[in-house]
């Protein structure tokens, strides 16, 4: 297994952070994760390089198994507009914004945040920045057509889950990583993947429940 397929797989759901409709992976999560899966990893931070016009650039690379990637994220404010060295102004529809100078504090943070992204490039939580809400190697839960409304979906649509084929395998994986969903939810997800038999639907309440 690669060192991509070995990231990307990890499921990272219960730590991640919401920020008005942005989803957030604190940096020490990332670290751990990754320290667990791939112990050679580590990680430099380079040099914060600083434009009148463009403000602040951080920068850091990461080297997995003999692999570096670097990455870079500008230091920004909480409305995502870059900071500089001095407080100014910009004009919106409600009115002009001040923005503060940076600090050595935003600095450090988009530093942090820059590693999480950095650390993405290997895998680890790609499907966050994707928009997703699933790792690769878990069963798509997604309806096969995104723009039809669940109500009107029909069985013969779905897939049957057998015990033994390859969903199951992966089912049994998406179960057993996120039994603190609950049964209900988890149900409710498999359910609009695949048709499942009562027998099936008994397997799998054991599976949560063990």
């Known amino acids: 297994m690669t060192t991509f397929e070995k990231l990307s797989a990890i499921n990272l759901n219960e730590h991640i952070e919401k920020k008005k409709d942005l989803s957030y992976l604190s940096w020490a999560w990332a670290w751990s994760e990754v320290k667990r899966a791939c112990p050679d990893a580590i990680y430099k931070v380079g040099e914060t390089e600083y434009d009148e016009s463009l403000g602040f650039m951080c920068h850091t690379n990461v080297t997995i198994e003999g692999e570096t990637l670097e990455m870079w994220l500008p230091v920004m404010d909480g409305a995502n507009k870059s900071m500089r060295k001095t407080s100014y102004t910009y004009s919106t529809r409600y009115g002009d914004k001040q923005v503060e100078a940076a600090t050595t504090f935003d600095i450090n943070k988009t530093i942090m945040r820059c590693l999480v992204k950095n650390l993405a490039m ?37 897939a049957e889950l ?31 993947k695949y048709k499942m038999t009562p027998a099936i639907k008994k397997e799998i309440a054991n599976l949560i429940n063990a």
Do not use: H
């Open 122 to 158: 290997f895998g680890l939580g790609l499907y966050i920045f994707a928009g997703e809400d699933l790792p690769e190697g878990e069963p798509d839960v997604k309806p096969t057509a995104p723009s039809q409304p669940l109500k009107e979906m029909k069985s013969d649509t779905l």
């Open 162 to 192: 057998k015990k033994g084929d390859a969903n199951w395998d992966n089912v049994i994986k998406y179960v057993t990583a996120n039994k603190s969903l609950g049964l209900e939810k988890i149900g409710q997800q498999l359910n609009r």
